[in-house]
C-alpha cells in the first residue's frame, strides 16, 4: 500500500471528486424532471434525520481513525492501526444496528408528528438500512486515509457514485406510477444501492493489501516490530493501552462538533417548513421551494467544494503528522496552500454563478425561477469553500471544541434568522437564503480567529485583494461574452462561450497577479516535469 504526499492524497480525491460531482449532477439534473420540485422536497426532506442519526454513529469516528493511524504509522506501530480500525468497527457496527432498529420503530411517528409532510414515510424506511452500511464506509475510508492512501477512497466513491445514480433514476423512474412519495422513496433506494457496491469496493482493497502484507517477508518483519515494542502476545493489548481513551478523546467532540451541523440541519428543514406556513405558503408549495433550495440550488453552490473537501480529508493526517513532530513551518505552509488554492479554484466557480444564474439554471434544471436564489449566494461562496479546511485544521490539532463552539454560534444564528424571516411573507424562502449567508460568513470568520490564535497565523489580506480584482475582471468580462458576442439566440451555446471567454480571463489576471505561479504547477502530480525548473548545468536535470 503506497503512501501519498500531501499533495498527491490532495490530488486523488480532487480528481474523484470532480468525477463524481460531474456524475452527481446526472440524477441532479434528471431527477427533478422524473418526480418534480416537489418530489425533491420528499425526497430531500427525508435526508437531515439520516444526516443527524449518521453523526451519531459515526461522528468523529474517520477523523480520529484518520489522525491515530498516521500517528501510528509515523511510530512505526502498524499494530496500533489494526487496533484502531477494530474498536472502530465494532462501535459503529453497533450503534448503527441499534439505530437502524429504533428509525424503523419510530418512523410512522417520526413522520407524522415531526416532519409536516407524511409522504416522508417511504423515503424515511427506505434510507434506514443504509445506516450500517454508511458506518462500516466511514471506518474503512478513515483508516485508509490515515495511512495517506487515497487511492482507496477516490475509487469506491466513483464506483459508489455509478452505481447510485443508474439505481437512483431507475428506482424512481419504476415507482413514479404509484405516486411521487413511492417515486422519493425509489430514488433513495437508489442511493442505498451505490453505498452497498462503494463498501464492497472499499472491502476489497482492503483485503487486497491485507494479503500483501500477510507474506512471509511482511510477518517477519511485523514479528520484529512487535518484539521491540515489548509485545507479551500478538493481542496488541500493551502498545494499545491508552489508544481507546485517545479514540474517545477525539471522537466525543468531534461528533458534538457535527451534531451541531446535522441538528441544525434538520431543525433548518423543520423550521423553514413551519416558518413558510406561517407566512401563508402551502404545504406543497413549500415543500418544492425547500427542495428547489436544498436539491438544487445548494448543490451548485457546493459543487467547487470538491476541491476544499479533498483539502480537508488530506490535511487531517498531513498536520497530524507535522504536528507529532512539531513541525510548525509544514502546518503553515500546508495552511497556506489549502487556502489559497481553495480561494483561487471556488472564485471563477462563484462568478458563473452570479453572472450567469439564469441560463445555468435553464440548461441543467429546465427552471430560471430559481435562479434569483443562486445569484444571491454565489458572491457569499467562498465563505464555505476556505470554512472546510480551518475546520479540518483545528480537528487535526487538537481544537475540535473550538470548532465545535464556532458552529453551535453560527446554528443558533442561523436557526433564529430562519425563523424570523421566513415567518414573514415579504421574505419567505428568501428567509432561509440570508440565513444560510450569514452562517457561513460567521462560521468561516470565527474559524479563521481561532486558527491564527492557535498558530499565530496571519491571512495574506494582499491576496484576497489580488483575487478580488480577478474576479471583478471575469465578473465584466463574462457579462460582455454573454450579452454581446455575435452566437445567436442558442442558450448553451453562449453560455459556454460567455464561461469560457470568463475562464481565460480569470486565469491570465491570476498568473499576472502572481496568485498562481509556474512553481506551484510544478508540485503538482504529472505536471513536475513540463514546469519544475531545469539544472542550467544540465538541461535535462530538473533543479536540486
Not at 460531482?21 to 422536497?41: D, H, S
Not at 496500533?80 to 424503523?104: I, Q
Not at 453505498?195 to 482492503?206: C, K, N, S, T, V
Request: aromatic share 10%.
Amino acid at each position: 500500500m503506497k503512501k501519498q504526499t500531501f499533495i498527491q492524497g490532495t490530488m486523488i480525491l480532487l480528481a474523484a471528486g470532480i468525477v463524481n460531482r460531474i456524475l452527481g449532477f446526472i440524477p441532479r439534473i434528471a431527477l427533478p424532471r422524473i418526480i418534480g420540485a416537489e418530489g425533491v422536497g420528499i425526497y430531500q426532506l427525508g435526508y437531515p434525520f439520516f444526516l443527524v442519526i449518521m453523526t451519531l454513529i459515526t461522528g468523529g469516528v474517520p477523523l480520529a481513525i484518520a489522525k491515530l493511524v498516521s500517528e501510528a504509522e509515523t511510530e512505526g506501530k502498524p499494530q496500533n492501526s489494526k487496533y484502531v480500525l477494530r474498536v472502530s468497527l465494532g462501535l459503529t457496527v453497533g450503534l448503527s444496528v441499534l439505530f437502524m432498529a429504533l428509525c424503523l420503530w419510530l418512523a410512522p411517528w417520526i413522520t407524522t408528528t415531526i416532519i409536516t409532510d407524511s409522504r416522508v414515510y417511504y423515503t424515511f424506511v427506505s434510507m434506514t438500512p443504509m445506516l450500517v452500511i454508511v458506518a462500516i464506509s466511514s471506518v474503512y475510508r478513515g483508516y485508509f486515509q490515515g495511512r495517506q492512501n487515497m487511492i482507496p477512497s477516490a475509487t469506491s466513491s466513483i464506483i459508489e457514485t455509478v452505481f447510485r445514480i443508474v439505481c437512483t433514476l431507475w428506482f424512481a423512474y419504476l415507482l413514479l406510477p404509484k405516486g411521487i412519495a413511492y417515486a422519493a422513496a425509489g430514488a433513495m433506494l437508489g442511493v442505498m444501492a451505490g453505498e452497498f457496491f462503494g463498501l464492497l469496493a472499499l472491502l476489497w482493497q482492503y483485503h487486497r493489501d491485507e494479503n500483501w502484507l500477510s507474506s512471509r517477508q511482511a510477518r517477519r518483519e511485523k514479528a520484529q516490530q512487535h518484539k521491540k515494542a515489548g509485545l507479551e502476545d500478538s493481542s496488541g493489548s500493551q502498545v494499545s493501552r491508552g489508544l481507546f481513551p485517545r479514540l474517545l478523546g477525539i471522537t466525543v467532540p468531534v461528533t458534538a462538533g457535527r451534531l451541531v451541523g446535522s441538528f441544525s440541519y434538520l431543525l433548518e428543514s423543520i423550521i423553514t417548513a413551519q416558518s413558510l406556513a406561517l407566512a401563508g405558503v402551502v404545504t406543497a408549495v413549500a415543500t418544492a421551494q425547500y427542495g428547489a433550495l436544498q436539491g438544487m440550488v445548494i448543490p451548485l453552490l457546493l459543487l467547487p467544494g470538491v476541491l476544499t473537501s479533498s483539502l480537508a480529508v488530506s490535511l487531517v493526517p498531513s498536520l497530524s503528522e507535522a504536528a507529532a513532530r512539531k513541525d510548525k513551518l509544514t502546518i503553515h505552509k500546508r495552511l497556506n496552500q489549502t487556502i489559497r488554492l481553495a480561494l483561487v479554484t471556488g472564485a471563477p466557480f462563484a462568478v458563473i454563478m452570479y453572472v450567469l444564474a439564469e441560463p445555468l439554471c435553464l440548461l441543467l434544471y429546465n427552471n430560471a425561477d430559481i435562479s434569483n436564489m443562486l445569484r444571491t449566494m454565489a458572491p457569499f461562496a467562498l465563505f464555505l469553500y476556505v470554512q472546510a479546511p480551518l475546520q479540518a485544521t483545528l480537528q487535526a490539532l487538537d481544537r475540535p471544541s473550538r470548532a465545535l463552539f464556532n458552529t453551535l454560534i453560527g446554528a443558533v444564528l442561523k436557526l433564529f434568522l430562519i425563523w424570523y424571516l421566513s415567518s414573514q411573507p415579504e421574505y419567505g424562502i428568501y428567509g432561509a437564503v440570508i440565513a444560510i449567508i450569514i452562517n457561513s460568513i460567521v462560521v468561516t470568520f470565527l474559524h479563521g480567529f481561532s486558527v491564527s490564535r492557535l498558530l499565530a497565523y496571519r491571512f495574506r489580506m494582499f491576496d484576497l485583494l489580488k483575487l478580488a480584482g480577478a474576479m471583478i475582471i471575469m465578473t465584466g468580462i463574462t457579462q460582455y461574452g454573454y450579452l454581446h458576442l455575435p452566437l445567436g439566440g442558442i442558450v448553451w451555446i453562449r453560455f459556454l462561450a460567455a464561461m469560457s471567454v470568463g475562464m481565460i480571463a480569470f486565469l491570465a489576471a491570476v498568473f499576472a497577479l502572481k496568485l498562481v505561479s509556474l512553481q506551484d504547477l510544478s508540485r503538482m502530480p504529472y505536471l513536475e516535469k513540463w514546469f519544475k525548473p531545469r539544472n542550467p548545468r544540465n538541461p535535462k536535470t530538473p533543479a536540486a
